[in-house]
């Protein structure tokens, strides 16, 4: 993972699908947990960065298009924190639901990989 100017980019090897479900999934946790305008503004937020995940990699809920012409890397329109929250709050609902343990793992690598984007 890259940052440019604060945001962060998403490289092929940075599990877009696990950014993809993290975005999707967080929607449901701003709209449970923060004020309605702050979780409207996040919804448009994170709509755009998981439209922007399906248009440069072909991720989907269904996977990652392995046909879909590669389009490089894509940054999204948000803060490191923003991304953070978001992969957080779905390594604990993945934890929650006591799914595979390999998308909580790929969490886990993200996370790690924005801990030392700060750097």
């Known amino acids: 993972m890259k940052v440019e100017r604060g945001r962060p980019v998403i490289e092929r090897e940075d599990h877009p699908k696990v950014v993809f479900d993290a975005l999707i999934g967080s929607i449901?946790?701003?709209n449970a947990t923060m004020p309605r305008?702050?979780?409207?503004w996040w919804c448009k937020t994170a709509q755009d960065s998981y439209e922007t995940?399906?248009?440069?990699?072909?991720?989907?809920?269904d996977g990652i298009d392995?046909?879909?012409p590669e389009r490089g890397?894509?940054?999204l329109y948000m803060s490191l924190d923003q991304l953070e929250l978001?992969?957080?709050s779905y390594g604990c609902m993945q934890i929650d639901k006591k799914?595979?343990?390999?998308?909580?793992?790929?969490?886990?690598?993200?996370?790690?990989?924005?801990?030392?984007?700060?750097?």
Request: aromatic share 8%; glycine share 2%.
């Open 28 to 30: 449901a946790f701003y």
């Open 37 to 40: 305008d702050v979780a409207s």
């Open 53 to 61: 995940l399906q248009s440069a990699f072909g991720v989907s809920h």
């Open 66 to 68: 392995v046909e879909w």
């Open 73 to 75: 890397d894509v940054t």
């Open 86 to 88: 978001a992969l957080v």
């Open 99 to 119: 799914d595979p343990q390999d998308d909580v793992a790929k969490v886990d690598v993200l996370l790690r990989k924005i801990n030392d984007a700060r750097q």
